[in-house]
Every structure is written in C-alpha cells, then in structure tokens.
C-alpha cells in the first residue's frame, strides 16, 4: 500500500488531521445494526442527546503500527475493546462487542490505510473509537440509542526532540475522580473534571499535571492523561488504586519488567514517596513512557528532581515496548495482531 505523498511524517503534530473515512454503527431497539462507512467528518446528534447532557460519552486511544518488516500491526486492542465494555457497563450505556470493536477498527485502518506512516518516521495511526448516547431524554436517564464510531487520523512522534523527560506539577486543588466514582472508566467526564488543573499546569510550563487521591490526598493517583510509575532498587513501583484508569501500557510495562528481571509493584505510593525514586515516569498509547525529570507540588513548592537524561530502566523499558510494536522484539505474550492485506 502506497503511503500519502504530501505528508511529512517525520513533522506531523500530535494532533487531529483529516482522513478519508470513518466508520458508524448504532444500537437501536435493542440491538447493533448494520456497520456504516462514512467520509463525514461531522455526526448529526439529537440536541437532547444524553452523551450531551448528561455525559453519556466513553472512548479509547489506541495505535496501528507499521512495522520494520512492513506489517502493520495492532497492539492489545483486545485490552481496549474490554476497558470500553467496562466504560459502557459503568455508565449504563449499550456494550460494543469485541468483535464489533475489531471489526469496525481494521476497517478504518483498511479504508486509510495510505494515511499509515512509514516505519522509521516516529509517526503512527492513531484510533479512536468513540461510543455516545445519541438517543434523546429530558429526564436523567440512560438514552435507549447509541452510536459507535470508529475515526483514525495519523500522529507525529509525541516528543519531537526524542524521548525526553518532561516536569510535572502535582496538584491539590483538583480531583480528577473521587474513589468510588468514574476514575477507571475512560469517560469524558473525568478529562472535563481535571481540564482546569491541566491548563493551569501547561501555563506554568508543566507538561502535566499528578494528581493525588481525591480522599485523603496522600498518595498519587495518576498524571493527567497517563499512569504513573516510579523506579529504585531494580523495582517498578506504580500506583494502586480505584480511581485511576487501568493503563493498557502500565499493565505491558509491568510485564516487560517482569521479563527483564525487574521487580514490580502495584500498590499506594505516598506523595514522601518521590524522594526516593532514582527515575520516574508516565506511561500511556501515546508516548509509551514520557521520562519525569521533575515533578514540582504546587501548593508546597516542594519539588522532586530525577536528571535531565531518561533513567536505564525507563530507557529498557521504553525501547522493549516499542519493539514489540514495531515488530523488531520478540512478541512473548501475543500482544500485536497483524492487519492483512495493507
Ligand atoms: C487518564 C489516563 N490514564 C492513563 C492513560 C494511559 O492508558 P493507556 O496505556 O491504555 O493508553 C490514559 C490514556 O489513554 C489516560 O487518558
């Protein structure tokens, strides 16, 4: 397949660019119609539409990779399809099978495939699928329709200098998600709640922002869009807990750790707990892991330091993933399904 002649690769932002099509099917009376290929870029939505009102609204992010060898693979879609299950489930909209979030997902890419960057670019296609209440009600209740929709749209390399470490500003002020409220579900809802804390962390020169535990504001929960993971004594140590979104990445990185002979734990990290960490990280699709150099709080001022250089093993890490991604590591646990025919 022949990539798109005027687009250069190796410049495009991380952002959204237009492709060709993107696919559609809705819920009705019960059941998931026929799959729509559409070159809209718009969708027509009931203006009492409960993904409107009362943010009936849950996505994903994944990415298809073109690989060394030309293969493009995807990478544990199974993993997002389920997470969108459990957003559906726990906001009381319809499910998407997982064979539907697959079917509809190689199609997208099938459709633009000349939209996928060539290996060695940084760049790659990002997916997102999309799911809305799109029936009407006044009342609060869930809508009886729903639209799934699947677009894609083709992202430069999140760090343009290369995998650099970036600050982070802990936040106090701000709660993304309460403990027993929407935090492990990837709803819009929970991105609008720390949207204030994010903006005011990038126009204090942060990257992102860390947020703490919304009850007793002692341990970290996780940085705006991405988990959280310290390192020391040969040992991953991320965070555990009930309002933080289940990392598709983290859950890969504490395998790879595994793998290399690097402990892991999942458990409550305390706030004091930063000052003992010899690298930290925030780990999610769309860097892998983004190096922290330095995550500053921003109601004390403290500020914790890690070097201007990504740590061994975020490094190890880091490059292991993306291996695996791009197909030049061995796939030891069958993580990455290979699209035929593009
Ligand atoms: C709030 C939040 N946490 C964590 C992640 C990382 O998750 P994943 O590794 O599945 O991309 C994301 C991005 O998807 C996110 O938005």
Known sequence: MMEKDNLD????????????????????????????????????????????????????????????DGKVRLFRWQENAKRLIHSADGIMMAEVPEELFYEMV????????????????????????LLIGSGPQVGVKPADEYLFMVFVTPVG????????????????????????????????GNYAAGMRASQRAHENGFASVLFLDALEKKYIDEAGPANFFGIKNNTYITPKSNSILPSITNMSLEQIAKDNNIKVERRKVPIEELETFEEAGACGTAAIISPIKKIKDHSTGKVYEYGDEPGPVSTKLYYHLRGIQEGTEDDLHGWTTIIDGI
């Open 106 to 129: 190689v199609k997208v890419i099938t459709l633009n495939a000349k939209y996928i960057p060539p290996y060695g670019t940084g760049a790659t296609l990002y997916i997102r699928p």
């Open 157 to 188: 390399p999140y760090f343009k200098e290369g995998f650099k470490p970036v600050s982070v500003e802990v936040v106090r002020d701000v709660d993304r998600a309460a403990p027993l409220g929407t935090g492990t579900f990837k709803v819009g």
């Open 9 to 68: 690769w190796g410049n495009l932002p991380f952002g959204y660019l237009k492709t060709d099509y993107n696919v559609r099917c809705y819920y009705r009376d019960g059941k998931w119609g026929e799959v729509e290929i559409s070159s809209s870029e718009y969708i027509p939505v009931h203006m009492a539409a409960t993904a409107l009102h009362y943010g009936q609204e849950a996505f994903e992010g994944l990415k298809a990779y073109r690989g060394k």
